[in-house]
């Protein structure tokens, strides 16, 4: 196989069978995700900008995971600070950076509660371990976030 055929071969649209193992790849990828998600608590820390001596402990209760189609997924998620105790559907994005799912919220309206963006990525580790970290942003204040995941009822 001279040069030109090797360069017009990795050109050429991807066939049928690329697109269906790209695919089967893909719904693999979102099942775990679902799987790693779905009735799990997010429990860490977060930084607040301009107060760095500072690092709050965060709970998220998650409840339902859903994907909706294309990179739309819907989140249930218990929501707690100040005087709000609620759950809510949560529409963010999930994309992927390699097998790692990044979720993002991008300016949404919670009511009552403000507008956040979020950029979260989610890592299960060799040894199993699954953590978060990010950024995030609820009207005018934002910072980081991380800490671990671990299924609802397990040690938190």
């Not at 997010?42 to 301009?50: A, P």
């Not at 998650?62 to 929501?79: C, M």
């Amino acid at each position: 196989m001279n040069a030109l055929t090797c360069l017009l071969l990795a050109c050429a649209p991807a066939g049928p069978l690329q697109d269906a193992a790209a695919e089967d790849a893909m719904s693999a990828q979102r099942a775990a995700f679902e799987a790693t998600m779905k009735n799990a608590v997010l429990t860490g820390r977060f930084t607040v900008d301009g107060a760095a001596d500072k690092m709050p402990e965060e709970r998220y209760e998650i409840g339902q995971v859903s994907y909706v189609k294309e990179d739309l997924w819907t989140i249930a998620a218990r929501i707690q600070y100040g005087k709000n105790d609620v759950t809510v559907p949560v529409p963010v994005k999930v994309f992927w950076a390699g097998d790692t799912p990044v979720i993002t919220l991008e300016e949404t309206t919670l009511p009552g509660m403000g507008t956040f963006s979020a950029r979260v990525l989610v890592h299960k580790t060799g040894s199993g371990q699954t953590r978060y970290a990010g950024t995030w942003q609820h009207d005018d204040k934002g910072g980081c976030m991380f800490g671990i995941v671990t299924p609802r009822g397990e040690k938190e």
